[in-house]
Structure formats: C-alpha cells, structure tokens
C-alpha cells in the first residue's frame, strides 16, 4: 500500500493546479490518471494535461465565462484573483504575452450589432496557447511538479474508491493500491460519469444538471474575420424563436481543424487550432441546453443515449452533412459533399442525416441559431457551411460543496469539469487550486 497526505485523481488542469497549490507544503502528494506523461500521450481525453492539452487552449480570463462565482461561495473579485494566478502560471511556462478582447471600442461594436438581433454577446480577455504550444507548456509544468516532490502515478486507471477509518484507498488497476488522507477527485469530463457512480455508492449526494447538445459547424475562416479580430472566441447566445431554449457557441477555432474525441461506448466532434499550422476553415461548437425535470432528470444518461445513438448511425464515426441537405430534409452523400465550396478538416466521418441522431428539438434550435447568427456573421447559414455530430458537453453531475469545493465526506474534494460547477481550462484550474488551499489551510501548512 503506498501511503501519502493527499491523492489527486486525474492530471488536467484542475489536478495540475491542486498539486501546484501543494508544492512546498510539506504534504506528501500524489497525480493519478489512467494516461501517460505528456510526451508520450496519444489519448485526446486522459494523459497530463487532460481533455486541455489537447485542445487549442483558450484561457478565458474573466470570471463571466466558464463558471459562476456563486456557485463556488464567492464573489467576481475573488474569483477574478485565482484567475489571475492561473494566468501567471501559463505565463510563466510559455502562454504568449499578447491577449484578445482589449480592443474596447471593437467589443462595443459587436454587442451593438448582436443586440439589434437579439444576440447576447459575452466579453472577455482571452489568451490563446495554440495546440502546439500548450502541449509544451504542460510538458514544463509536469516537470516543474516533478521538480517541486510531487509524484504522479500514470497508466493507472482507479476502479474503486473505498473510504475506511477517514482514510481514501484508491483500487488502482493492477497497480498498488494508494491510501491518502485527503482525495481531491479531477477526472474530468471523459471521468465524470464513473466518479458519479462511485459517488452515489459512497452516499454522495449528487444532483443532475444541465447538458448541452449539438454540432461542430465549419464554414470559410474569411466570414469570421472581423468579429476574430475584436476577441478570438466570441462567446454568442441566442434564444430560438420556435421553443425559446438557449443556444450557444463554444470554443471557435479560427483557420482551426475538427477532430473526434473517442469514448468507450461512442464517439464525439471538438475542435481546435493550431500554432504552427492553418486551415482555410473555421469552426465553433452550436449548443443547445438541455434542462430536465421530473420524473426524467438523469441528464447524463439521456446525453449518453444521444452519443450513442448518432454513433450507431454513423457507424462508429461522426457524421457530416452539409446544411443545405439538412435544411432540405436529406442524407448527405459523399457526392453531394464534394459539391460544397469547402472541404472538411475531419475526414475520417460518415456523410449522413444529422436529424436522425439528434432529437427534432435539437436540430430545430441549431437550425434557427444559425439562421440568427447569420446576421452579424454573413454566410454562416450559407448552403455549403459543414455540421459535425454529435458535440455533446457533459456538465450535468453537479455536488454539493461547501467554498472549499469539499463534499459532505470530510477530506473529499472534487473540482474541474467533473464537479459540475465550471467548464474549461481555467475554471477548472481555479477548483484546483481552491481545493488545494483549503487543504493547505486544514494542515496549516
């Protein structure tokens, strides 16, 4: 049994940023993840770094976008000071000095033109790392910790988590077994669903929250220039006319590629963009939010049901359909594909019907969100604009924590996207280091 003061599960940016927290504490501190180091991972959700190394990394650096202060028992300001402290740290391993979304005038601009057509648009600085570049940069904080006495077990995939005498042993697979006196569960989304199961086995009480749905839509990088200019991932909500549901845009790569994001039961579509290479595409996630309520509210099983499903229809791989074949009510073809004045970035897909795998309410939001940001992005809703399916976020597990981010099991924390009450890079680094501090504080360290 190998013993230690604190066990992190998993090595994205909310277990990099716990550790961080710890070093020089004094407290013997271990990183679990069922990945590899960064510079042999090839898995696009587990490894160092997590779901975030791999992705094109956009720090978004205000505490309007990613989470809500409220959630986690603070207020903007203080949660404004944590991420500032992440952005120091990415500073520090290599995140370029030059910021988005300070061009004032531009970003009043923008929301003047939104507004006239009911289109919220949210505002913030962003840094964006590149692909490339934060995969160095992960490699450089992981040798930082290695430096600063943390450990880091990899290629150990925990199956069960069992909690005797206020201790945490953690069951690894085939690997020796780790007991910790405190657990701060970060397995992000790709872990979010087995952490729930052995949450509620544990007698945590989790509740079901929201999920959004939707496609990856690319379209000619030249349309999204001007808005790419002001802030490099506008954040744009609309509210549909047909059922007035929300639906968003989520992480747009300008010049960016498409890839798949392979699961055990189904595959998803992402994005991102690269430091060293360009396309002559963009593209952003369409999201449609997803709330249920009694006597259906398990939304992680309905959105598994829908990944499945479109998995199943596009046998094994996305689907891609042009949005003139969807709007028309018919499959794409490879034939009619080749027609569009664009080629997709994501090759390895079925051409299909995109209605068949998602609900009709799905597609009828994704249909009128694009017909009403078309408005201040001219040709978004042209015939030859691509969709990818299924794009699926999974934030719908949500604890009950006190501000530490602990869980009614003393010395359990959980934090990043798998807590439910953040998504991306820098909330979840923010949890991380939130539960890291408490810790610290606990011990007085």
């Excluded at 595959?267 to 952003?284: D, K, P, R, S």
């Excluded at 229809?313 to 074949?325: C, E, F, M």
Aim: aromatic share 8%; glycine share 10%; hydrophobic share 35%.
């Amino acid at each position: 049994m190998n013993k230690v003061d604190v066990a992190i599960l998993g090595a994205g940016p909310a277990g990099l940023f716990a550790a961080k927290c710890l070093v020089g504490s004094g407290l013997k501190t271990v990183v679990i993840d069922r990945g590899s180091d960064p510079g042999t991972r090839t898995s696009i959700s587990f490894g160092v770094g997590g779901a975030g190394a791999f992705s094109d990394g956009k720090l978004n650096l205000t505490p309007k976008i990613g989470g809500n202060p409220a959630d986690l028992g603070r207020n903007e300001t203080e949660i404004q000071c944590y991420i500032d402290q992440v952005d120091a740290v990415f500073t520090r391993f290599g995140a370029p000095e030059k910021y988005s979304g300070a061009d004032k005038e531009g970003l009043v601009d923008i929301k003047r033109r939104a507004s006239r057509y009911g289109i919220e648009f949210i505002s913030g600085r962003q840094r964006h790392m590149g692909t490339t570049r934060v995969r160095r940069m992960v490699d450089l904080f992981y040798r930082y910790l290695l430096d600063s006495q943390i450990s880091f077990s990899l290629d150990n995939q925990v199956k069960r988590i069992e909690v005797k005498n206020k201790v945490f042993i953690l069951h690894g697979g085939g690997n020796e077994n780790i007991e910790a006196h405190y657990l701060i569960a970060t397995p992000g989304r790709a872990g979010a669903y087995w952490l729930r199961e052995e949450a509620n086995r544990l007698g945590i009480v989790t509740e079901y929250g929201p999920i959004d749905v939707g496609v990856r839509v690319e379209f000619p990088a030249e349309i999204y220039t001007t808005i790419e200019e002001v802030m490099y991932d506008a954040k744009l909500r609309v509210r549909t006319a047909t059922y007035d549901d929300m639906v968003r845009t989520f992480c747009t790569n300008p010049r960016g590629f498409v890839v798949t994001e392979t699961y055990e039961e189904f595959v998803l579509v992402n994005g991102h963009a690269e430091n060293e290479g360009e396309t002559q595409n963009t593209n952003f996630a369409l999201l449609s939010h997803i709330d249920l309520t009694d006597p259906v509210e398990d939304t992680t099983e309905y959105g598994r049901a829908i990944a499945k499903l479109a998995t199943t229809i596009g046998g094994g791989k996305p689907i891609i359909q042009r949005l003139k074949d969807l709007k028309n009510g018919r499959r794409s073809t490879l034939e009619r594909l080749q027609r569009a004045t664009i080629g997709p970035t994501l090759v390895d897909v079925t051409p299909g019907d995109i209605s068949m795998a998602l609900p009709a309410r799905i597609v009828a939001n994704i249909l009128e969100g694009l017909d009403q940001l078309d408005n201040i992005i001219p040709g978004l809703a042209a015939d030859n604009t691509l969709l990818y399916a299924p794009e699926i976020k999974f934030y719908d597990t949500r604890y009950p924590v006190n501000r530490s981010m602990e869980t009614r099991i003393p010395g359990f924390f959980v934090a990043g996207d798998a807590s439910g009450h953040c998504r991306g890079i820098v909330y979840s680094a923010v949890t991380g280091l939130i539960a890291g501090e408490a810790i610290r504080k606990r011990e007085r360290v």
